[in-house]
């Protein structure tokens, strides 16, 4: 079904095409002079473990299309694990609610081993086609999920499918989270605006040039295909890197186990933690530890007389 006449966007009159730019808006920059340690460039490294959760989310319940998924926690994480602990890396883990339980222990085991546990939905629904008592609901039963699981109670999210509602951020803050890595507006943390006004909200942010998803993802019925060797991603990601050094930033990079995790691959991503940790000038951290030094930017908040 088309646009009518007066939803056609040629027709919006300025208020109208300024308030969809105003919603959520990048406001001030987060980078600060210097990350901790004296470190020239933060590197935060990140996993969606979506396992199932994503044929689970379409209806799709066959088993070839599920055990695409299972793979992730079978094989993927575990080389995972051994590989940040051989770095010496923390990473944050972005799990739905619903591979939480089905996979408690290697939820619990993010954890253990020092990792950070965040929320990435329920079931990785698709956030802009829910209602917002759905989404809001959804998001409050993901967190209290993990945190029964875990014994943390998740203090960031990234979206399922990286977008957002127009009631996604007001869930966000009255949840109580701290920040958010679902957008793309910059390359270093920035805070969120919410119709022009500062919200203290850390965005850590994401790009597909920093996902193994885009290069990787097979899809047998879709026109989804890997285009690329894995060794030419890995130029691309050390490219990023490397700018990123150069110029003080947040090197920020998302993973999926269940695509990353194969062999082949594996190797790619051992090379690049190995190119990073080359440096003493790196500060390795969570998306948790990266916003909590940033949110050193922002003003103290007024005092109500």
Do not use: N
């Not at 056609?8 to 808006?25: I, M, N, Q, S, Y």
């Not at 869930?171 to 989270?177: A, C, E, F, P, V």
């Not at 060797?229 to 090197?251: S, T």
């Not at 990353?260 to 991503?269: A, K, N, P, W, Y």
């Amino acid at each position: 079904m088309g646009l009518t006449a007066s939803e056609e966007p040629w027709r919006w009159d300025e208020a109208v095409w300024r308030g969809h730019l105003d919603l959520v808006r990048a406001g001030r920059s987060l980078k600060p002079a210097r990350w901790p340690g004296e470190a020239r460039v933060a590197v935060a490294v990140s996993f969606d473990s979506d396992h199932e959760t994503i044929p689970l989310r379409d209806g799709q319940t066959s088993p070839g299309q599920l055990a695409q998924g299972e793979y992730g926690a079978r094989a993927g994480v575990p080389r995972i694990l051994r590989m940040l602990e051989r770095h010496g890396i923390p990473a944050t883990f972005f799990m739905p609610a619903v591979s939480a339980l089905a996979h408690p222990e290697e939820a619990r085991a993010y954890v253990a081993a020092g990792h950070e546990i965040a929320a990435h939905g329920w079931i990785h629904e698709r956030t802009t086609l829910l209602p917002p008592a759905d989404e809001r609901a959804l998001t409050e039963r993901s967190l209290d999920t993990l945190e029964r699981i875990c014994g943390v109670r998740p203090v960031g999210i990234r979206t399922p499918s990286w977008d957002f509602s127009p009631s996604t951020l007001s869930i966000i803050r009255d949840l109580g989270l701290t920040y958010d890595s679902s957008l793309m507006a910059d390359d270093e943390p920035y805070e969120i605006l919410a119709g022009g006004e500062p919200t203290g909200l850390v965005e850590i942010p994401v790009d597909w040039i920093r996902d193994d998803a885009p290069y990787f993802v097979m899809d047998r019925f879709g026109s989804a295909r890997p285009y690329i060797a894995p060794r030419d991603v890995l130029e691309i990601w050390r490219d990023e890197f490397d700018l990123a050094r150069a110029e003080g930033g947040l090197f920020q990079l998302t993973l999926h186990p269940h695509v990353i995790g194969h062999r082949s691959r594996m190797r790619v991503l051992d090379a690049l933690l190995s190119h990073v940790t080359g440096y003493d000038d790196v500060w390795c951290a969570t998306h948790a530890q990266v916003a909590e030094v940033v949110r050193g930017s922002l003003p103290a908040p007024a005092i109500k007389g």
